[in-house]
Structure formats: structure tokens, C-alpha cells
């Protein structure tokens, strides 16, 4: 997701932000009572994406995963608390194919991928993080194309928090998919 603002300050319920999200074509996303939207992406931010879809794509045709771009709706859904959040991620995988609705994934996303811009360092480094890898995720890549570095959060076998640096120059290998490797040069300076 590219620059982020808030669209409301104030604590919304879901059904508020619901209403909100059917008066614009804006992308809206809903954590934590907090309604956030963000403008269009950015060229670098496209391309990266677009690389990035691609590489997913490809990889995957004929699986029973699939790779999703955005603007497809995210929708995490904690029934103990009585409470849903919808994010737009950039980039998702999702395994469980009962868990779409016709406009929409209900649940954890298997693998995420979230492009960041310099004004969304802060909600895809934090906020976003918190939120995937509570609710399951297994595996998420933060792309930070003004450091030309990918970030890689995912679960290990114990259900613990994993972490690794990827810098430009080297390949960064997916946890979940290891036939998914991505070469950082060519991901950052596409020809």
C-alpha cells in the first residue's frame, strides 16, 4: 500500500467504516477502530508489484494457491473479541480457496507482500506486521524500494516470530514457497 493517511481519527466500529468504504472508490482499510486510506501507487511502486505478481503467478499456475494484487480486500475476522479488520494488502497468497466470498478473502492470507513509500514506512513496519502475524500469517515480505532491502517476517515450526534482512544483491528465498526466490537487483533495477 502507497502514502497513508488517516481518513478519520476518531475510533470507528466496523459497520461505521463499512458505510464509509460504500460512499468511495477510494481504498479504504479498517485496524483497530482506525479507517486509513491511501492514494494511488507510485511507478517504482508498480513495478515492483508487477514483478512481483508475475514471479507469484507463474510459480503458482495449477496450484490450489493463488496469488491475489491489490485492490482485493483482506478481511481478518476475530470472533472471540467480536471484531473485523480489512486491509488492501499489495501482494497476497491464499491456500484456502472456501475462504472467498465473491468480493473478498475472510482470513489469513497464507504469504503477504506489502511495497513500502515513504509515508507508509511506520504502518507496514508496525501496524500491519502486529496485525498479520497475530492473526497467522505465515509468512510476510516488507519491499522497501527506497533501501533496496526485503524484509522477510514469517512463523517457524513453533509458531514463533522468524526474522531476516535480504539486501540488495542477494536472493531473497520464500519460507513457505522455496521455489518462490526473487534476485534483489533485478527486483530493484528492472531493466
Known amino acids: 500500500m502507497i502514502a497513508l493517511t488517516l481518513l478519520n481519527v476518531r475510533y470507528s466500529t466496523y459497520e461505521e467504516f463499512e458505510s464509509e468504504r460504500k460512499k468511495t472508490d477510494e481504498r479504504l482499510e479498517f485496524i483497530d477502530g482506525v479507517i486509513y486510506m491511501s492514494p494511488s501507487p507510485n511507478i517504482k511502486h508498480q513495478e ?38 480489512r486491509v488492501v494488502p499489495d501482494l497476497f497468497v491464499a491456500c484456502n480457496q472456501d ?10 492470507p497464507d504469504f503477504i507482500i506489502e511495497i513500502l513509500s515513504p509515508s507508509n514506512k511506520s504502518y507496514d513496519m508496525i501496524t500491519k506486521l502486529n496485525l498479520y502475524m497475530n492473526f497467522g ?16 517476517y514469517f512463523l517457524d515450526k513453533d509458531l514463533e516470530i522468524q526474522f531476516n534482512l535480504v539486501n540488495l544483491g542477494e536472493v531473497v528465498v520464500s519460507n513457505l514457497f522455496k521455489e518462490f526466490k526473487i534476485n534483489t537487483t533485478d527486483l530493484f533495477n528492472p531493466s
Open 99 to 108: 475462504n472467498f466470498t465473491e468480493n473478498e478473502y475472510v482470513g489469513a
Open 137 to 152: 500469517v505465515k509468512e510476510y515480505w516488507i519491499v522497501d524500494p527506497m533501501e533496496n532491502h526485503i524484509m522477510v
Open 48 to 85: 515492483i508489484s508487477s514483478y512481483l505478481h508475475s514471479q507469484l503467478y507463474n510459480l503458482l499456475k495449477g496450484n490450489k494457491c493463488k496469488v491475489f494484487a491489490a485492490p482485493t480486500d483482506v478481511v481478518f475476522n476475530n470472533v472471540n473479541r467480536d471484531e473485523k479488520m
